[in-house]
C-alpha cells in the first residue's frame, strides 16, 4: 500500500493513487496495456535509437571514447 509522499499527484498522470492493491493492480495493468501498445512500440524505437547513438559514439572514433581519452590524458 502507498503511504506518505506516494499518495501526491503523480508526475505523468496528475492523479492521485488510492493507495490501495486494486489501483496498483490497475496500475500495473494500464501500464503492460500500454506497453503493447504504440505507446510501447514508440519507447521501443526510441531506445533503439539510443542505442544506437550510445555504439557511435562509444565507437573507436566516437566522441563520447574521444572525451573520456582526453580527459583521462589531462589527469594522468
Known amino acids: ?6 499518495l ?6 496528475g492523479r492521485v493513487p488510492r493507495g490501495t492493491r ?12 500500454e ?4 505507446v510501447g512500440r514508440e519507447k521501443r524505437r526510441n531506445a533503439q535509437r539510443l542505442k ?14 574521444a572525451a573520456l581519452r582526453a580527459f583521462l590524458e589531462r589527469y594522468d
Open 1 to 6: 500500500m502507498r503511504t506518505g509522499l506516494g
Open 8 to 13: 501526491k499527484p503523480m508526475y505523468g498522470t
Open 22 to 33: 486494486e489501483a496498483v493492480g490497475n496500475e500495473i495493468r494500464e501500464i503492460i496495456d
Open 35 to 38: 506497453c503493447r501498445g504504440e
Open 52 to 65: 544506437g547513438e550510445l555504439a557511435e559514439a562509444w565507437g573507436e572514433d566516437g566522441v563520447a571514447r
